[in-house]
């Protein structure tokens, strides 16, 4: 599936089967210059093994339609997947770009996880803050930081698509959850009020879906979020809507890869460093009750 929008840009997404997420390649047409969106890192948990099948997939499009990969954006650091954007550095060159407020949750998780590492972003290549923009050719992403899921998720704006990273889900399928470090229902209400501030035709791109008896679904638009589940459920009242996220959050499962992932997305995709047999290694946090 391709679409095409604004005439120059071209939007091509994928679908990450194990962890139900959504990547994009966003082209502008002319120039042939082009954007990766949220790339995963494939990884088996049980034995520890990643591998680069899915970021494969991206290099192989963006090598067979000879486009200039300019931008890796990161709609924020993921807890249920591994990035593959230093992979795709590596192979096809490109910026690696997310929120400041990355700087927020590299600091949580360095302490949480007494991991040794820079807390001030510098593993990645640009920070954005609100209403900051990149080119893409013809057009150009702007950055509009909305909070909640996490402290630092930032959505980007081109030419009539907003990628809202982890804001929405499927109408039918509700909200992000809000309970990591950093999360706030009440700031995620303002991030999907604001998200709905755009013109209805607006296609607003999800991170992910999870469907169960359907087809997964890249695109929504603003008309289609205002009747997201979860708006519906609340009225559209801030205070109900916070009380329904978190009595939802209080019963979600921690993510399956949240340690993994956020090791290695706060490095921007680097891996830890080797030990002294050579191998890397993976903290998880033990406790007893
Ligand atoms: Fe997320």
Not at 4 to 14: E, G, S
Not at 129 to 152: K, M
């Amino acid at each position: 599936m391709s679409v095409k929008n604004a005439d120059t840009i071209n939007i091509t997404p994928f679908y990450h089967q194990d962890t139900g997420t959504w990547s994009y390649i966003v082209t502008d047409t002319v120039t042939q210059v082009c954007a990766i969106i949220d790339p995963v890192l494939d990884f088996d948990l049980p034995s520890g093994q990643a591998h680069y099948e899915s970021a494969k997939a991206l290099i192989e499009h963006v090598k067979q339609h000879q486009l200039k990969l300019e931008w890796i954006l990161e709609t924020h650091a993921h807890a249920d997947h591994l990035t593959a954007a230093q992979y795709i550095k590596q192979t096809l060159g490109g910026k690696i770009v997310i929120g400041a407020g990355i700087k927020d949750v590299q600091q949580h998780f360095a302490t949480s996880l007494n991991l040794d590492l820079p807390v001030d972003g510098s593993q990645f290549d640009i920070l954005m803050h609100q209403g900051d923009t990149l080119a893409l050719g013809e057009s150009h992403f702007v950055a509009h930081p909305t909070p909640g899921h996490t402290d630092d998720s930032m959505s980007y704006e081109i030419a009539g698509n907003i990628f809202i990273g982890d804001t929405f889900f499927h109408p039918d399928l509700g909200t992000a959850r809000c309970d990591f470090p950093g999360g706030s229902a009440e700031k995620l209400f303002d991030s999907l009020t604001f998200l709905t501030s755009f013109p209805e035709n607006y296609n607003l791109w999800l991170c992910h879906d999870y469907p169960k008896d359907r087809e997964a679904v890249a695109r929504t638009t603003v008309a289609e979020q205002k009747n997201n589940v979860h708006f519906k459920q609340s009225g559209g009242n801030p205070i109900a809507y916070a009380e329904l996220r978190n009595k939802r959050d209080s019963t979600l499962n921690v993510p399956r890869l949240i340690y993994p992932s956020l090791q290695v997305n706060i490095r921007a995709g680097n891996f830890p460093e080797s030990e002294s047999n050579g191998r890397k290694y993976l903290k998880l946090p033990f406790s007893v009750e």
